[in-house]
């Protein structure tokens, strides 16, 4: 059944209404649905590589939309968001996400954002963990920007064979970037005192 789903989804790409169907499929997998929106925004950008920048301004804002539903799942309905979690394979504590998060939720949600990992595990246990919706908002600005941007930049630029390298690479990238991160809150800690 996800193999269907997902070939449908990618089916959508090709559609006159793609921009349309990727914006729901991005504010729904922030949410509760299964495929994420780089099943389209791949093909629509090395198709119309003129909109990249566009499809992936699209992609962003309609996953914070999305997030911002999964954060009050998780929130407003906790049965229902306990139960999704278990139907993803996440299924803990509250008391587990609530630490986590009370520690490092800034960085869950950054980290979290830029990997292959279900947004909407982030999302909803953001809202399970009652973390600060301000910063819920930056954190999901900025890490679902820099994935869809960079998808963007990369398929824009070198076109699907650095697409390539960058996928069977994906956890060094990530590493190299959360290193980045991490060092780059350090500092900052550092200067302030």
């Known amino acids: 059944m996800l193999r269907k789903l997902y070939d ?3 089916e959508q790409a090709r559609k006159p209404y793609a921009e349309k169907t990727m914006a729901a499929v991005s504010f729904a997998e922030a949410s509760f649905f299964p495929i994420p929106p780089d099943v389209m925004l791949a093909p629509m950008i090395l198709s119309r590589p003129d909109r990249a920048y566009r499809y992936a301004a699209v992609c962003s804002v309609a996953s914070l939309l999305g997030a911002l539903l999964g954060y009050a799942i998780g929130m407003f309905l906790e049965p ?6 278990h139907i993803f394979g996440h299924g803990m ?10 520690t490092n939720g800034f960085l869950v949600i ?6 292959p990992i279900p947004f909407k595990l982030v999302t909803i246990a953001s809202g399970l963990a009652h973390f600060n919706l301000g910063l819920f908002i930056v954190a999901v600005a900025i890490t679902r920007s820099a994935r ?13 064979a650095m697409l390539e390298v960058v996928e069977k690479r994906l956890a060094l990238f990530f590493v190299i970037a959360l290193v980045l991160l991490v060092g780059g809150f350090f500092l900052l800690k550092l200067l302030e005192h």
């Open 110 to 115: 950054l980290g979290k954002g830029l990997t």
């Open 80 to 85: 229902l968001a306990v139960k999704l979690l």
């Open 8 to 10: 449908w989804v990618f």
């Open 93 to 102: 504590d509250i008391a587990v996400y609530q630490s986590w998060f009370a």
């Open 148 to 160: 869809f941007f960079l998808e963007a930049w990369i398929l824009k630029t070198w076109g699907p």
